[in-house]
């Protein structure tokens, strides 16, 4: 017996059909269509499924898509404002703080979470705010340089 | 047209600038689609029953409930991949990888495989498949693996190396030997000689997308498969290879990849998705969890390593001696000589000698990992070297300096170097200020420098200038990290057109020549080279083009930053053609204007770098925390810095998790304990500090812009920086990686007994 979710993602109206079993993950990659959150682990230690769920931080595969039921959820497709970049997205670019980029989309929504919190964070709550995100290739330096940039803009 | 591949000293225009990299936007929406994003109309799901015991015969699978289960739709065994290599035993080593034949040969090793309707499904289908295994002893050790009293796990290996050739079968399948000189005189002249033995655990690339791949193969044997991987060519000739198909009508896709490392240079499951897809007769997807990632593709090997140094008063090595033993898990490699070879490389040593020792054990096949087998040796030899220099009561930077190898020595494993840059790399680290800074409380300094081959190989790349004089470059060697980037710069620094103007793709195994995967740091070398040369043959079209137009002999006509020109005072009044102008009238030239590139790029340069680590240690607890970090590494020319730093924080990232947590463990019953990033921890963000880079650039003479591969070399010193760092805040040395909180409290309490 599936479950049948009424739900706002990105500002839409979404309406699905799931397995009870089935994780917020697999609902948007799978039924959705939306493949920008990423399967790293499937166990919520990397965070390449980071989505915002009612204002929160979560890892998607750690969340049921039964859940969803009249939640608001943000994710990565949903980051930019049309064409525009979110200065988050375009400092990731400009910094070069992304190589392979499997894990860009959940360290965005995790410096987005972040920045809602703290506009203002040292390196190191910037460090601790990402801790739930795995990245192998930039060893977080232009990551963590990206992010205090984009945050000195949001500040104006 | 024969291009040469020698250096030219110029003055660039848009090589070294830091532009935004053409993926870049595609990566921070969402939109990038990597090797689990692309689905198929009718495709199933596939997943793979593996075995839970490292060391087993199969001796039956009962795959008959299964089959009937609703929604099952196809399920393999070996049964259904015959060996079809014609005695090539390599290949067939791959294939009984993806798939055991007789036996299992390490935990997680692949028995059977379903595809069916949903993966709720294919789960149930494989609780249903029975496997009936005699299981057998097993060995996951490489120096136990070593011993005669040991299992043996093929008995087709005889020792390779050794003469003569051993008539009894055993785990060690390979030896060899590297130097020159004579060690015995060379240790009569020293007056201190450290002799020490070391251990490096077995370590995972750690990419963070799992393997996964989407396959199709029709009744006409035409097939297509999109996947994550850093070779689709060598992909598809393996494949085809293995599966019995014409390599012409697979035709592969790589998508974006989350990752590599080494650990993508491999089939896994590929041939398996294909099987299972032609037997279904439907697409069929594959991707791994994360355990099995673990469990089954990539790690490193574990190694066991003597190192014996002599040295004079004054600091000169007179000898130096390694034995190198590593192990390729279940599938004989040939690491332990990789290793061997990169041991004294960084040296000019009159006496040396490295002998290595390549076994096999229960473990899953090794992969290469970033300057495969480089590290763990760097590690036992660059802490023999602290203490050398320590014995003799010299800065261990500078017994380096007087030992570094130069241009014209003869390296440990052969060649005689060209212009090299581990002099300059030790030089700049001597002056950095962070050899300088104070240091806190129980906090050492360590520093360490490394080697690596690098690689060029087989690379196409095909330029067309589109008809409003844009242009796109398809290259077929994949982009693991921002190559597209290079190799845009590199095709409009010859064009003479603006970055934007290019625009580069990796193109499918159907539309290109085959090209080599990317390894060896080869990416950004070999393909820029060929994207030099594309540009150019498109350049010499273009001046035929305007040579045409202007009914003028083609020698009349230069190529000058992005238009034709005609020579000579008599032709001032010829206006020049631009590309977007000669592009516009083609259609009446010849047709479209395209260059053309297929080329071996030889002589890639070998690539030195040296590191500067402060580790603090916590005595209590044994924790350490990396408190400064520099890396020194020479470029050769670095086409875009921003990506090369990158490659230089990342290897170094990699290097300290290795250094300090991150290890395979076995259980006695020869499972892995720790298939998770929860128990298999790589640095996070809050673990590091900034990593501080210094690009060096010491052209290589045999690239036309200088290049140097770069992405591997460092990953090389950090084991021995991070170790002598914490020997130096403890004042003990540490002999085993990586050093965990236990092992550096363990090696603590021994000194103190």
């Known amino acids: 017996m599936g479950a049948h979710v009424n739900t706002t993602i990105n500002g839409d109206a979404v309406e699905f059909v799931c397995a009870p079993d089935e994780s917020l993950l697999d609902v948007l990659r799978n039924r959705i269509g939306l493949t920008g959150a990423k399967e790293g682990c499937g166990t919520g230690d990397c965070g390449a499924c980071s989505v915002i769920l009612d204002g929160r931080l979560v890892c998607s595969c750690l969340v049921l898509g039964a859940e969803m039921n009249g939640k608001k959820l943000e994710t990565i497709e949903g980051m930019a404002d049309g064409a525009k970049l979110h200065p988050l997205q375009q400092h990731f670019i400009d910094g070069a703080a992304l190589q392979c980029g499997i894990c860009t989309p959940g360290f965005l929504m995790a410096a987005q979470a972040l920045l809602r919190k703290n506009p203002d964070p040292t390196e190191e709550e910037i460090r601790y705010g990402l801790a739930g995100n795995l990245c192998r290739c930039t060893g977080y330096d232009k990551i963590v340089r990206a992010v205090q940039a984009a945050a000195k803009e949001m500040r104006g | 047209m024969p291009l040469d591949q020698d250096l030219e000293i110029k003055k660039f225009k848009v090589i070294g600038t830091r532009v935004r990299r053409p993926d870049g936007v595609d990566k921070v929406t969402g939109r990038a689609r990597y090797g689990a994003d692309a689905s198929a109309p009718g495709q199933l799901v596939a997943l793979v029953l593996r075995s839970p015991h490292p060391h087993a015969i199969i001796k039956k699978i009962d795959i008959s409930k299964a089959e009937k289960l609703l929604g099952v739709k196809a399920i393999i065994t070996s049964a259904d991949l015959p060996d079809l290599t014609g005695g090539d035993r390599g290949m067939l080593d791959i294939l009984e990888n993806c798939m055991a034949r007789k036996k299992v040969l390490y935990d997680g090793h692949a028995v059977a495989a379903v595809a069916a309707i949903d993966a709720t499904t294919a789960r149930a289908a494989l609780k249903l498949i029975k496997v009936d295994y005699q299981v057998l002893p097993h060995v996951t050790d490489v120096d136990e693996a070593l011993k005669p009293t040991s299992p043996v796990i093929h008995d087709h290996i005889f020792t390779d190396g050794i003469e003569p050739k051993p008539t009894k079968a055993s785990n060690f399948n390979k030896q060899a030997e590297y130097g020159h000189g004579d060690l015995d005189a060379g240790f009569a002249e020293a007056d201190v000689i450290i002799e020490k033995s070391y251990k490096t655990e077995q370590t995972h690339q750690g990419y963070i997308e799992p393997h996964s791949c989407l396959a199709s193969v029709s009744p006409d044997g035409a097939a297509e498969m999109w996947v994550c991987t850093q070779g689709h060519f060598v992909y598809r000739n393996q494949c085809a290879a293995l599966l019995g198909l014409d390599a012409n009508k697979l035709r592969v896709t790589a998508s974006e990849i989350g990752g590599g490392f080494g650990g993508k240079t491999h089939i896994w499951t590929e041939p398996l998705a294909l099987a299972l897809s032609r037997k279904a007769n439907r697409p069929v997807k594959l991707t791994m969890s994360r355990e099995e990632v673990f469990r089954c593709t990539g790690p490193t090997s574990s190694t066991s390593i003597d190192v014996k140094i002599g040295a004079k008063k004054d600091g000169t090595i007179t000898a130096a001696f390694a034995e190198l033993r590593y192990h390729g898990g279940a599938f004989p490699a040939n690491w332990a000589e990789f290793g061997a070879m990169t041991t004294w490389a960084c040296y000019d040593i009159k006496n040396c000698k490295s002998l290595s020792k390549d076994a096999v054990v229960n473990r899953p096949k090794t992969a290469a990992y970033r300057a495969p087998s480089a590290p763990q040796s760097c590690f036992a030899v660059e802490n023999t070297i602290d203490e050398v220099a320590k014995a003799i009561g010299m800065d261990p930077i500078e017994l380096r300096i007087k030992n570094a190898a130069k241009e014209g020595t003869k390296s440990s494993y052969g060649p005689v170097y060209g212009p090299i840059g581990i002099g300059a790399t030790l030089q700049a680290a001597k002056n950095h200020p962070h050899m300088k800074a104070p240091l806190a409380k129980d906090t050492g300094r360590g520093m360490a420098c490394g080697f690596w081959f690098n690689f060029g190989g087989q690379t196409c790349v095909d330029l067309n200038v589109t008809p409003d004089g844009t242009v796109t470059v398809a290259v077929g060697t994949m982009d693991v990290g921002g190559s ?253 990686i990586p050093m965990s909180p236990p092992r550096i409290l363990k090696a603590i309490k021994s000194a103190r007994m």
């Open chain 2, 484 to 736: 597209r980037a290079s190799l845009a710069l590199a095709a409009a620094e010859e064009l003479g057109v603006p970055y934007e103007a290019v625009r580069v793709i990796v193109a499918d195994t159907s539309s290109l020549g085959h090209n080599d995967m990317t390894d060896g740091s080869r990416g950004t070398f070999s393909s820029s080279m060929a994207a030099v040369f594309a540009a150019r043959n498109a350049i010499t079209v273009l001046r035929e083009r305007a040579a045409k137009t202007w009914e003028i002999p083609v020698g009349d006509v230069e190529w000058v930053d992005g238009e034709a020109k005609a020579k000579g005072a008599s032709r001032g009044n010829l206006a020049p053609l631009t590309l977007k102008d000669l592009a516009k009238g083609a259609g009446g030239t010849g047709g479209p204007i395209a260059g053309h590139s297929e080329i071996v790029a030889d002589n890639a340069g070998v690539s030195f770098g040296t590191h500067i680590c402060d580790a603090h240690v916590d005595k209590e607890t044994g924790k350490t925390t990396i408190t400064r970090y520099t890396v020194i590494q020479d470029a050769g020319k670095a086409m875009h810095p921003s990506y090369v730093e990158g490659q230089y924080q990342g290897g170094a990232a990699q290097g300290i998790g290795w250094a300090l947590n991150e290890e395979y463990v076995y259980g006695t019953n020869g499972r892995l304990q720790n298939a998770a990033f929860l128990d298999y921890r790589i640095p996070v963000c809050s673990d590091l500090p900034m990593i501080d880079t210094q690009i060096l650039e010491i052209p290589n003479p045999h690239h036309p812009y200088g290049v140097r591969g770069v992405g591997e070399t460092p990953i090389v010193p950090p084991l021995a920086a991070v170790s002598i760092a914490v020997t130096n805040a403890t004042g003990v040395r540490m002999h085993h």
